[in-house]
């Protein structure tokens, strides 16, 4: 008799691709708390460069050295920041 055979297959299917879903769905959740602890890390890395310049940088074009503005046409371009020379850096 093959029937329950065939049953028997089908349910060995199922029961090996629920098992490779918990394990996809395993290894996923893992991967997102190694990138989400590099996030953390660059986050925090960022904010302490952020605290260390934020002093010096100028307050106008936040240390680019960019400004924006409007031309005589109308169009918004870029130009270098008319506070700090271009430089990025807080005049003394
Ligand atoms: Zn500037």
């Given at each position: 008799?093959?029937?329950?055979?065939?049953?028997?297959?089908?349910?060995?299917?199922?029961?090996?691709?629920n098992?490779?879903?918990?394990?996809?769905?395993?290894?996923?959740?893992?991967?997102?708390?190694?990138?989400?602890?590099?996030?953390?890390?660059?986050?925090?890395?960022l904010?302490?460069?952020?605290?260390?310049?934020?002093?010096?940088?100028?307050?106008?074009?936040?240390?680019?050295?960019?400004?924006?503005?409007?031309?005589?046409?109308?169009?918004?371009?870029?130009?270098?920041?008319?506070?700090?020379?271009?430089?990025?850096?807080?005049?003394?």
């Amino acid at each position: 008799m093959t029937t329950p055979n065939v049953i028997g297959a089908l349910y060995e299917k199922i029961r090996r691709l629920n098992q490779r879903k918990t394990n996809l769905t395993a290894e996923y959740n893992a991967k997102c708390a190694e990138i989400d602890c590099e996030l953390d890390t660059l986050r925090s890395a960022l904010q302490t460069a952020n605290d260390a310049v934020k002093d010096v940088l100028c307050p106008y074009c936040k240390g680019t050295g960019d400004e924006s503005y409007t031309d005589a046409a109308g169009s918004r371009d870029t130009r270098k920041c008319s506070h700090c020379s271009g430089t990025g850096i807080k005049k003394g």
